[in-house]
């Protein structure tokens, strides 16, 4: 596995993307509250830019008494990336699509030290 300077934490702003390429790989890099993700930007539905899409939280029905419909909320804690060609989303966590989890994007190992963001491919 090779490692890859990225560029300073301070220039990655939190809900913030950078793509980069590395080893041939076009590869998104997503800070996110204090964490930072690394994913090959290729969705697998149809190889849209899935790391160029919206991060939205995941929307939540609110069931009232009786199992009526209220309304629907966010989960602030389960961040999606949104594929802008067909609007397919994953996990931020994980990459695995949210209603099929054999549909995942692929993870790459990322690390902040010494004030930089490193990606292993």
Known sequence: MAEHFVCN???????SVRIFEGEGLEI???HHSGTVYAYQNL???QGGPA???LRI???????GKGGVFVGQTFDEDDMHIV???HGYEYHLSSGEHVCNAALKLRK????????GIYVKI
Do not use: K
Not at 9 to 15: F, P, Q, T, V
Not at 57 to 63: A, E, F, N, S
Not at 108 to 115: A, I, P, Q, S, Y
């Open 57 to 63: 939280p995941q929307v939540v029905d609110v069931i």
């Open 28 to 30: 998104g890099v997503i």
């Open 43 to 45: 969705c697998p539905h």
């Open 83 to 85: 594929c802008p060609w």
């Open 51 to 53: 790391c160029e899409g």
């Open 9 to 15: 934490i301070s220039e990655l702003a939190d809900g």
């Open 108 to 115: 790459f190992d990322v690390e902040t030290r010494e004030g």
